[in-house]
T-cell receptor, first 117, second 113 residues
Framework: SAVISQKPSRDICQRGTSLTIQCQVD?????MFWYRQQPGQSLTLIAT?????????ESGFVIDKFPISRPNLTFSTLTVSNMSPEDSSIYLC??????????????FGPGTRLTVL | SQQGEEDPQALSIQEGENATMNCSYK?????LQWYRQNSGRGLVHLIL?????REKHSGRLRVTLDTSKKSSSLLITASRAADTASYFC?????????????FGRGTQLTVWP
């Protein structure tokens, strides 16, 4: 299975500022996703970040608020812009191998716990 | 929506007992995955079961899938205190964005020593 790391693991930020979260995978994967988990809630997909194309955002999420980069097959960043307390959540990246033993299994990083004051 | 729903929302048992969690969903799926999340941490992948499979095992875990009832169950046998966590099911709906998973709200399992 893929090993995924995220930086930072947690942060406390002031409203109006921005935070960039990094996601690093130990193998090349085409499909990468960013999810948000608000306190006590389930996971909601923010966007799909496939290498070689623009990120595709889910309803309710926009590029100006959550810009994403995907420069190569092992790395992606998600920026949470102009933060407000409502952005306090755990942000998780995930990857899904499109071939091999773990085909279709989606693996998640350890998450970034963000608190906005 | 396609979102799955786990049942029960919370489950409290003693070590050694079995824990059964259920998941229901609304539309046809390609596969269903179960995850564990320890408090505020990342998700650990447990099992993927495909729509043409009915049962899978992995160690103390047993997952069943009934596509006619649009439901799945996760059984943890001989539970341990370390199994205390939230458990989520996630479906990969046919016809939706490739790789998009729909998560339920989860079952909070507490295993008492």
């Amino acid at each position: 299975s893929a090993v995924i790391s995220q930086k930072p693991s947690r942060d406390i930020c002031q409203r109006g500022t921005s935070l960039t979260i990094q996601c690093q995978v130990d193998s090349q994967v085409t499909m990468m996703f960013w999810y948000r988990q608000q306190p006590g809630q389930s996971l909601t997909l923010i966007a799909t970040a496939n290498q070689g194309s623009e990120a595709t955002y889910e309803s309710g999420f926009v590029i100006d608020k959550f810009p994403i980069s995907r420069p190569n097959l092992t790395f992606s960043t998600l920026t949470v812009s102009n933060m407000s307390p409502e952005d306090s959540s755990i942000y998780l990246c995930s990857v899904e191998p499109t071939e091999g033993l773990f085909y279709n299994e989606q693996f998640f990083g350890p998450g970034t716990r963000l608190t906005v004051l | 929506s396609q979102q799955g729903e786990e049942d029960p929302q919370a489950l409290s048992i003693q070590e050694g007992e079995n824990a059964t969690m259920n998941c229901s969903y609304k539309t046809s799926i390609n596969n269903l995955q179960w995850y564990r999340q320890n408090s505020g941490r990342g998700l650990v992948h447990l099992i993927l079961i495909r729509s043409n499979e009915r049962e899978k095992h992995s160690g103390r875990l047993r997952v069943t899938l009934d596509t006619s009832k649009k439901s799945s169950s996760l059984l943890i046998t001989a539970s341990r205190a370390a199994d205390t966590a939230s458990y989520f099911c996630a479906t990969d709906a046919r016809g939706s964005t490739l790789g998009r998973l729909y998560f339920g709200r989860g079952t909070q399992l507490t295993v008492w020593p």
